[in-house]
Every structure is written in C-alpha cells, then in structure tokens.
C-alpha cells in the first residue's frame, strides 16, 4: 500500500515516512499543495493508496499580521481533498486543539463548538471543512502540543536552554493541554487507516498538564534536575497570538475506533529525551579515548 507524503520533511512528515515504509514523501520545493494542478499531477503519476497531509504553515505568531497561512492551512486542503476524492483516493489531514476557544472544563471532545481565539485556528478549521464538506474518504485527526526529534518544539527549547547553562526559567502554567508526541501520532494515523476510519478524530498521548509540569518533566527526565522552573502566567509572555487556556482534547472516539489509549505522555516524554540525547551524541561524539 503505498502512500503519498505531502509537508514529508516536516515534523510529522518525517515520522509519517518511518510509520509508512515505501511511502513517497514530497514538500516545498518541490511540491507545493497550493498549486491544485501540480498535486493533480502527482497523484495521476503516483496513483497513491492513500495520502497523508502534514504539509501545513505552522507559523502561529505571524499569522495575526499575514495572511499567507490561509493558502495552505484553509485553502489546499479544499483543493487537496476535492483531488483526492476524484482520484478515489482516501486522505489523512491533520488539524489543531486551536480550534476551541480554550474556555472548557473537560476534554473538547469532536462534536464540541469551535471558536478559535487565533488567525491560525481559524485558518485549520477551515481547513477542517474544506475536508469535511469534499466528501472525500478518509479522516481529519486534530492533535496538540506536538513535540518530536524533527523539528523545533517545546520540550527541544526547554532542555536547549538548560544545556546552554541557564539555572532558572520563567514556564506558563495557566495553560492546559495534552501533549503528543510525534511518533505516536503518526502511528495513530495508521491505525486511522486501517480501520478505514472516517471523519473527524483527536488524538494526543494521555494526561492533561501544563507548559509549566510539561517541562520540569522533561528537566527531570534529562537529569537537569538543578535547573529551577518558575510557574507564570500567559499575561507575563505576551504574544501575537492567544492561546486557549484549556485545550485538552477527549480522545475516546480514537480509542473506541482503534482499541487502544494513547500512552500516558510522560512515557512519551521519556522515549524522545532518550531518542534526542542519543541523537545529539551522534551529533556530536566525545573526545574520550
Ligand atoms: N506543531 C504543533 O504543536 C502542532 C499542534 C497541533 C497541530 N499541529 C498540526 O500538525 C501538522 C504537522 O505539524 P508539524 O509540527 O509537523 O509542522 P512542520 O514541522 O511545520 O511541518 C510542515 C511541513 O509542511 C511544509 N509546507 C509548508 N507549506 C507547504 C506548502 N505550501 N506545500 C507543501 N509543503 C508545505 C513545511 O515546509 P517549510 O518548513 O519549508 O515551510 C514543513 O516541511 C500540521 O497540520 C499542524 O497544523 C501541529
């Protein structure tokens, strides 16, 4: 079965590429999703089995003042899955916890309201619908705080800063959410498929947390247990774009389709502090005799 990677040298593309082996993976420049015929063009000469779209513009800052997200994150994926659909072809598209306002008490469960609080947001949702509304086979996954060994992230920049020396940082911890870590999602994805699921479906590891507990655990677990985290509010990190406050997502759909629960994220946490000291290593080799 082989699949058809678009955004494959992204954070989830690449991780997608080792859940699929044989997979052909494509991403600028060299496949742009917002040229609707050159994607017409790939899936004629390829004949995929299925595609998986991570290509995406993940720049949720800029997004306030620039438009240009909305090309890509809203836009292709209506042209994406309407090409797809005519192909026969089933299609993957992964979207965002940034959908919900972030003013919940439980898990934000699929059929729950949206009401992004960010031009991002409301570029995925977008994005969602086009899907959605294309009558294309296949499924939307919404995911969060994603973090992995290919591509900037969270826990990346929380141990980075702690190398480099630093002895105290100021952490959120006024925001909630689950963590996911980008193997597991990928997996996920698979497992999606073969169970020819369909429609939309969140995904994350197991456990609510904040920014705050997200990286003392990653300190701990990377054995900078001297570095002091200080817990801080959203107000004292002003940025371009709101966050939502809560933005758990309830995962039970997933868990019923699949029959199985995401692992707990600190088990997650774990494997990728492993995976990257490993990496860095290799990177980098000791002098040692
Ligand atoms: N990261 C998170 O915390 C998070 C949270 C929730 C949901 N998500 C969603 O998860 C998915 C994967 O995110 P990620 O973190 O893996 O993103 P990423 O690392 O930024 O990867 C996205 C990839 O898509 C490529 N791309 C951008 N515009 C494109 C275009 N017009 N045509 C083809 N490829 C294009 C990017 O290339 P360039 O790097 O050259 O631009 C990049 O290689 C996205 O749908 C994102 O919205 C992410």
Same mark, same amino acid.
């Given at each position: 079965m082989r699949a058809l990677i678009l955004g494959s040298r992204g954070m989830l593309g690449r991780e997608l590429a080792a859940e699929f082996p044989g997979a052909l993976g494509l991403d600028l420049p060299d496949l742009d999703i917002r040229d609707e015929a050159a994607v017409r063009a790939v899936l004629a000469a390829e004949r995929p089995a299925l595609v998986l779209n991570a290509a995406a513009d993940t720049r949720v800052d800029l997004a306030e003042s620039d438009g240009a997200h909305l090309a890509v994150n809203d836009a292709a994926v209506g042209t994406l899955a309407a090409a797809c659909r005519d192909g026969g072809i089933p299609l993957a598209h992964v979207s965002t916890?940034?959908?919900?306002? @972030?003013? @919940?008490t439980r898990p934000w469960r699929e059929d729950d309201p949206v009401d992004p609080v960010n031009a991002y947001g409301r570029g995925k949702l977008g994005g969602e619908r086009r899907f959605l509304e294309s009558g294309v086979k296949g499924f939307v996954v919404r995911t969060s705080w994603l973090f992995g060994n290919h591509g900037p992230n969270f826990v990346d920049a929380i141990l980075k800063q702690a190398e480099a020396g630093k002895s105290e940082l100021n952490v959120v911890a006024d925001q909630e959410g689950r963590p996911t870590y980008a193997p597991d999602l990928a997996r996920a994805i698979r497992l999606l498929f073969e169970k020819e699921a369909s429609g939309l479906f969140h995904f994350a590891n197991s456990g609510v947390t904040t920014w705050y507990t997200f990286a003392r655990e990653a300190l701990r677990l990377a054995l900078f247990e001297g570095v002091v985290v200080r817990p801080c509010t959203t107000a004292d990190f002003p940025r371009p774009a709101r966050r939502p406050a809560y933005s758990a997502l309830d995962t039970s759909l997933y868990e019923r389709t699949v029959g199985e629960r995401p692992r707990p994220y600190v088990e997650a946490l774990e494997a990728y502090v492993a995976a990257r000291a490993a990496r860095l290593s290799r990177i980098a080799p000791t002098t040692a005799a």
């Open positions: 916890d940034y959908v919900f306002s @972030g003013r @919940g």
